[in-house]
């Protein structure tokens, strides 16, 4: 099988070649393996050749998709791989997306398989795992070595013809249906879980369905003319400086900032998210939090005031289980407050 060739795709920190100051870089090719992609040739073996390792900066990925996809287009049309690699992201978002797009290409458009790694949380995991086969991994690169194994094994079998399963092999579920050969007939089987389900039984479903979470709207303002109205964001809007360090990307924490005695953010604010271009926000950051439209609207009386504090933290990478817990802090400190609405940024 040493004929087969595999390509392998890495965001610029995994390729090597920096941190977030390289993320704006464009693509490059460069033959064989360099760090994760190496080490992925290693537990290959003989099955295939790691013939080369796209690197592509993240934020050069995410902003310039259809020049990334061309580049993408043109390699596959000079190396025309068997199979293609791409991550692990672990927990990073922008680079999680940047392996969905990988993805979209290959597996959509060039119907050549897909094989990545992902945490669960992973913003990218969505629309990757319809496409690709998603390994489950760690939420950081300290899993690597757990996370490298079972994306090789998974490449393995799909490059001797044989049949993945998400519960065997360990990568998300793809909403995919398979055909298989039961000795017992559905209604026999469906009885049978039946029964089990009635006498409290443990059993598996064939058919698992997706659960979502549920939040009710809240009640209407009656009368925004009276109503304190608070500016929340998660589009990294801090005092220069941050001083409270909240993180570019993967946020830990969240900040709270005094406004009552400013009319517009512009001058003394910036931004500090690490997902999108900073330019315009940082030029005038009322872009992003409309402290200044909202003093407008207070002036004239369409609302009865302002709420003295902003709320502020990063959304690219945050965990959803942060994000619940930021949400929740949040919300019990407006709602203690007396605040009535809140208007909701991102980026």
């Not at 315009?280 to 369409?302: C, F, T």
Request: aromatic share 8%.
């Amino acid at each position: 099988m040493a004929d087969k060739k595999i390509l392998y795709y890495l965001n610029q920190f995994f390729g090597q070649i920096g941190g977030e100051e390289k993320a704006g870089i464009a693509p490059i090719l460069k033959e064989g393996g360099v760090g994760p992609s190496e080490a992925f040739a290693k537990k290959i073996g003989d099955s295939a050749e790691l013939v080369a390792t796209v690197i592509c900066g993240d934020n050069y990925f995410n902003e310039n998709k259809e020049e990334a996809i061309a580049f993408l287009r043109k390699v596959n049309e000079e190396i025309k791989p068997d199979i293609v690699i791409a991550g692990p992201a672990f927990n990073a978002g922008r680079y999680g997306m940047a392996c969905q797009g990988v993805a979209e290409f290959f597996a959509k458009e060039a119907n050549i398989p897909v094989v990545s790694g992902m945490y669960e949380e992973n913003p990218g995991l969505d629309e990757a795992k319809k496409l690709a086969y998603v390994a489950k991994t760690g939420d950081s690169a300290a899993k690597m070595r757990k996370a490298l194994p079972i994306m090789a094994d998974i490449t393995k079998k799909l490059l001797n013809g044989e049949v993945v399963k998400p519960d065997v092999d360990n990568y998300f579920a793809q909403g995919k249906r398979l055909t298989v050969i039961s000795e017992k007939t559905g209604s026999q089987r469906a009885v049978e879980m039946l029964m089990k389900r009635l006498n409290n039984e443990e059993f598996k479903t064939e058919l698992p369905m997706p659960v979502f979470d549920t939040v009710e709207a809240a009640e209407e303002i009656k009368d925004l003319s009276k109503a304190t109205i608070a500016l929340v964001t998660t589009g990294g809007i801090v005092p220069m400086g941050n001083p409270d360090r909240i993180q570019s990307a993967s946020a830990q924490k969240w900040g709270k900032y005094d406004i009552s005695a400013i009319d517009e953010l512009k001058g003394d604010y910036c931004t500090i998210h690490g997902g999108y271009d900073p330019v315009y926000a940082n030029e005038d950051p009322d872009r992003v939090v409309p402290l200044d439209s909202l003093r407008l609207l207070e002036k004239e009386g369409k609302i009865g005031k302002v709420y003295d504090y902003f709320y502020t933290t990063t959304g690219t990478g945050t965990a959803i289980g942060n994000s619940i817990v930021f949400g929740k802090e949040m919300g019990q400190e407006l709602k203690d407050a007396g605040v009535d609405g809140v208007i909701l940024t991102s980026t």
